[in-house]
């Protein structure tokens, strides 16, 4: 019966830890963002991209179909590999928690 009721009370506990993965500040998150990034915008495409002075920073985003928040965080793995890149937005990391905007979908 003890041991029934220490693992009702962890399941209680267990339950409260649940709720911290909605909270942008865990770690958690914010890696799997970065492994996101890192997973659909190779750096050489990226770079690519980048050097070519008509596009923008959400100009890109469009271009890669992958949210500008997502492209905000691909910009932080390059810089810090020691690329001087500063995107003109930060994302929080539950930022794929809600809409998309509209403007990444293709106009039909």
């Known amino acids: 019966m003890r041991a029934r009721a220490r693992t009702c009370r962890a399941a209680r506990k267990a339950g ?33 991209l980048l050097n070519d002075r008509d596009k923008t920073f959400f100009g890109i985003s469009r271009e890669l179909y992958i949210p500008a928040e997502l ?11 020691g690329y001087h890149l500063e995107a003109p937005c930060v994302a929080p990391s539950d930022f794929l928690k809600g809409e998309l905007p509209g403007s990444f979908q293709e106009n039909g």
Do not use: G, M
């Open 16 to 48: 409260f830890r649940e709720l911290e993965l909605f909270d942008r500040t865990v770690p958690a998150e914010y890696e799997a963002n970065l492994f996101a990034a890192e997973l659909l915008v190779s750096d050489e495409e990226l770079l690519r």
């Open 71 to 81: 492209l905000d965080f691909k910009f932080r793995i390059l810089k810090h590999k």
